[in-house]
């Protein structure tokens, strides 16, 4: 036969053999199915920055496209190996390589069979984003969500990103199955391609080393596709292409014309001889021991009454584990694993861009967890489908089914081998870690910290995945439907975490607990959390042992029959063992999540906010309180508080109160002037009716208590705990007034719940305090805690808005540093004396910037997943991530200042003007303190060191701007979170330099007096100047460009930047005109913030 037609009919041969396989179906619909779920999900659209974009825009098909390379690798593996070893499965190979045709057209024919297929194969994404119109049909999402077909995307998406790849690496598998005739290889090539991928994600593009070596080195070109996603504006995620540029090129050239070149010079070199003969082990070095001696026994045995099989479950386990832990490939495998957790800990904490931080086992473990998780999910799916058919041998497994052995005996020693490899590949991050503090910090070394965080964190979701993958080969006999099948539903479910369309965390299927630990806090605040988590998700893996036994098939009876007759044994006693772990487990997770604690469906939050809106926006109005005296009585015991609040002359325009609530709160009474009231609370919102209140105020007399029974479902440590007290005024009373950062703000969701298309932000007056929980007046307040160890108590009052915070924990250590008391966990004391350092060199910036005498007498460390940095009452909260992690050098120091600095300027700013959550209140909370912050940067350290953080800052805020899960709008109405905490510092920073001391008073008096920044600012300042300080963000560029958001997008205006230079003169950052000739940072005359870097002095 012609070479040419052998190569195509193989070709078409191939082809139909896997249209046949039932891989193509799988693929298709569970790609499909999984795409569509993904695309109903709002919240996921929010975290991919598509708030104010089609579904189906072209940025979300490139993500979808190479994001789904993780497992396309994995049936790619299974298809591209079985060219080479279908024949040989079938023991035709000897037969089909000795006919009188030609080699290398039948292995290309084959080859190119297999990259067709596999091209199909990815086009899975292409026809998932084509049924996109169904989800508008069936009223799941809203109408306008859905764009029409972006066939250009698409195109572009299949011939650029998919095909390439499928035939570049694709021809990696041909070539590794070439060599070793086995499908293990290609899935050992496929964990290698992860291992690349997670090398150019997490270590290069994560720690900002390298973006062309990173785009380069991912195989799926996923890193370049998010890097470009994420500097795209919301315009061009609706029209762009992506760029074929340099980067994208040397990719597809890296592994699509390599892989080829060497598959072609491979195919023309290889021999028939050595395709057929199969692989010859290696003699071993050692002499092998002669042979014993036959012994005859002088009588012979008698009958076996009774056999002990748990033996055999432990002699079958013991066979299994060698098989698989011998094996040089998982042996090289887990020191690769173990090399890339140590190269990500490198480049993620001691080399990172906003580092250096020290490698402390709470930051690094929850680090090297999150990079090596895919991975390992991955392998251990792999190797349940490996194991369980170790012995699927033709003949040997007839020879099996027909021996009389239990059923339970080989499923109990697959599935016990199959735990024992699942914690040695859990444990490799540990180990990773460990090495990593050893080299860096080894006072830090907590070997049993690390044990117990891989064990209780990381192991029992693995163990999930690998007993699911155990009954999937179960339930599907076919190996290459099964390894499909299992390889999709571990990448369902692993990515299930950044997709969140199952967000209660029993139900999170092969995700880790989420949790922050804290060496402050311990293991105390989570222990009771963890073990019943960890208890339900042990169940979850052993029922699915159980039902793999029953359903696994012996012989040639029906597998109803089988079922029957394996229940009423260890199997079904198993299955019973797991169903009650479940429902025991799952009864007291919901009692303490959910019922008692705060979880809520992302749609029942939506609802909660539409609600609250509706509530709140007939009666807001100004309110007014002279004061009160608020009393507090916490039992650490019980783990709740009990409060009374006694509010004076409450004054409320509209005759309604408003407050809103922390989490497990429960009002006990309420009186006005004596006189009991009904109130109305829902939504963590109360509304308290003052009637005849409004001209000469009523007296208020609130009671409640706050539990902390319910375990916590957002990774943050609860307020009152064994291990300590680390409590807020918010998290245990009422804060008056109205909080707008609670209203829901994107577009579309607004109008599906018939809400206007823009939420109206209520006037300054009737609105929360920035600074506390109620807003200026004279208040006294007192707590007293019952604690195992004794009472305690304290007691202040203010003349500004009411704020405190409770600290007692058990195991910090207390350091008085040249007068400043410096409490933190054991592991930081070292720490605390940089940490001081940088509270008096911020306080004595701050203090001569705002012209007041600014005193911090005591510097607390806060539990990790507590975002809490702020001052009051002269104590600075400092959150332990990221500002008790970084080293006393670089860019990380810097930061940690600029956060010091903000939160003192921030306080000193809203008592100043008593500042509430109204239009505008932003631009002064965050824009002004934050600018502040920046300078005293510039102040202490000079102009390298403003430089490089406000280069680190425009860069976040670039991509925040870009990727914002809210609608971009102004300072005057946005949110206080979000894009302008990192945007308005920036816009700020001229104006702020320009200003002195006496005009910033002066300003703050204004506010103070008119109580709204809008009309402060515009009676001062004018109403264009107020504009742009308040309206929407504005940027420019090097080269005179102007830039302003609208929508969706960055639009240019026709006025060139007026450039201001900030420059440092006698120890302090001062503006001045044009460009500076000596160091400086260039800015511009407008509110407006760098969208270039500058490495380089301007001049």
Not at 241 to 256: A, D, I, K, M, S
């Amino acid at each position: 036969m012609n070479p040419m037609r052998l190569m195509f009919h193989e070709a078409a041969g191939e082809l139909r053999a896997g249209l046949r396989s039932g891989i193509v179906s799988l693929v298709f619909v569970g790609l499909t199915l999984y795409l569509l779920m993904s695309l109903t999900n709002a919240e996921y659209m929010e975290k991919m920055g598509a708030t104010d974009i089609p579904r189906n825009a072209p940025s979300l098909i490139y993500l979808m496209a190479t994001g789904c390379m993780f497992f396309l690798f994995f049936a790619w593996a299974w298809v591209f190996a079985q060219p080479l070893l279908r024949d040989r499965h079938a023991n035709l190979h000897e037969v089909v390589l000795s006919a009188p045709i030609s080699l290398p057209a039948l292995l290309l024919g084959r080859f190119l069979g297999a990259a067709l297929l596999a091209s199909l194969l990815g086009a899975s994404v292409m026809v998932g984003f084509l049924c996109t119109p169904i989800l508008s049909w069936l009223g799941l999402v809203p109408a306008d969500a859905i764009a029409p077909p972006a066939w250009r995307a698409l195109a572009f998406s299949w011939l650029w990103l998919v095909l390439p790849i499928a035939f570049g690496v694709g021809a990696l598998y041909f070539m590794v199955t070439l060599k070793t005739r086995g499908v293990a290889a290609a899935f050992a090539l496929s964990a290698l391609l992860m291992l690349l991928w997670m090398v150019a994600v997490v270590v290069l593009e994560g720690g900002h080393i390298n973006p062309v070596l990173s785009a380069i080195l991912d195989p799926s070109l996923f890193t370049f596709t998010h890097a470009q996603v994420e500097s795209w504006t919301p315009a061009q995620k609706t029209q762009a292409l992506l760029p074929v540029n340099q980067e994208f090129l040397l990719n597809r050239g890296f592994w699509c014309v390599l892989p080829m070149s060497g598959l072609v010079w491979m195919v023309t070199r290889v021999r028939r001889e050595s395709l057929i003969r199969e692989n010859a082990r290696k003699p071993s070095r050692r002499t092998a021991p002669p042979p014993p001696e036959a012994v005859r026994p002088h009588t012979l045995p008698g009958p076996v009454f009774a056999f002990r099989w748990w033996r055999t479950v432990i002699a079958e386990t013991g066979w299994r584990l060698r098989r698989t832990v011998r094996t040089r490939a998982f042996l090289v495998g887990t020191v690769l694993l173990v090399a890339v957790g140590v190269m990500a800990a490198f480049v993620h904490v001691i080399w990172h861009a906003e580092g250096p931080f020290l490698p402390h086992p709470d930051r690094l473990l929850p680090l090297l967890m999150t990079t090596l998780y895919l991975v390992i999910a991955f392998l251990v799916a792999a190797s349940a489908g490996l194991m369980s058919r170790q012995d699927d041998v033709e003949g040997f497994r007839d020879m099996l089914d027909a021996a009389p052995v239990p059923p339970f005996v080989r499923l109990f020693a697959l599935a016990l081998a199959l735990l024992a490899v699942t914690l040695i590949l859990a444990l490799l991050p540990g180990v990773s870690a460990l090495i990593v503090t050893a080299l860096v910090l080894p006072d830090s070394l907590a070997p049993v910290t690390v044990l117990l965080y891989q064990i209780l964190v990381m192991a029992p979701a693995l163990l999930e995945l690998a007993m699911l993958a155990l009954l999937i080969h179960a339930l599907i006999r076919r190996p290459g439907l099964a390894y499909a099948a299992s390889m999709f539903v571990t990448f369902v479910l692993v990515l299930n975490n950044e997709l969140a369309l199952v967000t209660y965390p029993p139900y999170k299927l092969g995700i880790a607990a989420q949790i922050s630990l804290s060496s402050l806090a311990g293991w105390a605040p989570w222990r009771d959390y963890l073990l019943t988590l960890d208890g339900y998700k042990l169940s979850v893996a052993l029922l699915c042992v159980a039902v793999a036994g029953l359903v696994l098939p012996r012989g040639h009876l029906g597998r109803l029959r089988e079922i029957a007759t394996r229940l009423p044994g260890p199997i079904g006693g198993t299955a019973l063992v797991a169903l009650a772990g479940i429902i025991g487990g799952g009864a007291l997770l919901h009692q303490k999540l959910v019922l008692a604690g705060s979880y809520r469906t992302a749609e029942s939050e939506r609802q909660e906010q539409v609600d609250w809106e509706q509530d709140t926006a007939a009666s807001a109005g100004a309110f007014t309180v002279e004061g009160g005296e608020l009393t507090l009585e916490l039992n650490a015991h019980r783990r709740e508080a009990t409060g009374r609040w006694l509010l004076k002359t409450v004054r409320p325009d509209t005759g309604v109160l408003h407050a809103e609530l922390p989490p497990g709160f429960s009002l006990l009474s309420s009186r006005v002037d004596g006189q009991a009231v009904r109130t109305d609370q829902g939504n963590d919102h109360l509304t308290l009716p003052l009637d005849h209140c409004a001209a000469d105020g009523c007296d208020v007399a609130l009671t409640w208590r706050v539990s902390f029974t319910a375990w916590p479902a957002d990774a943050s440590p609860p307020a009152l705990a064994e291990s300590g007290i680390w409590l807020r005024a918010s998290q245990v009373a009422p804060r008056l007034g109205i909080d707008p950062d609670r209203a829901l703000r994107g577009a579309n969701a607004r109008t599906r719940y018939g809400l206007p298309e823009n939420y109206a932000v209520p006037p300054a007056e009737a609105t929360a305090s920035v600074a506390g929980i109620a807003p200026a007046g004279h208040w006294r307040w007192r707590l007293s805690a019952d604690l195992e160890e004794g009472g305690h108590s304290e007691q202040g009052q203010s003349a500004g808005a009411l704020d405190f915070s409770l600290y007692l924990p058990h195991r910090a250590r207390e350091q008085t540093l040249e007068g400043l008391t410096v409490i933190s966990d054991p592991g930081r004391t070292a720490a605390a004396r940089g940490v001081a350092d940088d509270v008096r060199r911020m306080q004595a910036c701050v203090s001569r910037r705002l012209g007041s005498d600014i005193q911090v007498d005591t510097v607390q460390q806060w539990p990790r997943g507590q975002r809490v940095t702020g001052f009051a009452q002269g104590v600075l909260r400092l959150a332990e991530d990221p500002d008790w992690d970084v080293a006393d050098q670089g860019v990380g120091r810097w930061r940690r200042q600029a956060h010091i600095a903000t939160a003192l300027a921030r306080q000193h700013l809203v008592e100043a003007a008593e500042l509430r959550r109204g239009p505008g209140a932003a631009w002064l909370s965050e824009g002004v303190a934050g600018a502040i912050g920046l300078l005293c940067v510039g102040d202490a350290d000079g102009m390298n060191a403003l430089r490089a953080v406000v280069e680190r800052q425009a860069q976040d805020t670039t991509q925040r701007l870009a990727n914002s899960d809210i609608p971009i709008t102004s300072l005057r109405t946005a949110p206080g979170q979000g894009w302008v905490s990192l945007y308005a510092p920036l816009a700020s920073l001229d104006w702020t330099a320009r200003q002195s001391a006496s005009d910033l008073t002066a300003l703050l008096a204004d506010i103070r007096q008119q109580g709204d920044v809008d009309q402060a600012l515009a009676a001062r300042l004018g109403s264009d100047t107020t504009q742009h300080l308040l309206g929407p963000p504005l940027a420019f560029g090097p080269d005179g460009e102007r830039w302003h958001w609208r929508e969706g997008g960055w639009q240019p205006l026709t006025t060139p930047a007026r450039y201001q230079s900030l420059i440092r003169h006698d120890g302090r950052i001062v503006s001045k005109p044009g460009p500076a000739d000596e160091p400086g940072l260039l800015l511009d005359r407008w509110p407006a913030y760098p969208r270039f870097p500058q490495h380089h002095d301007n001049k």
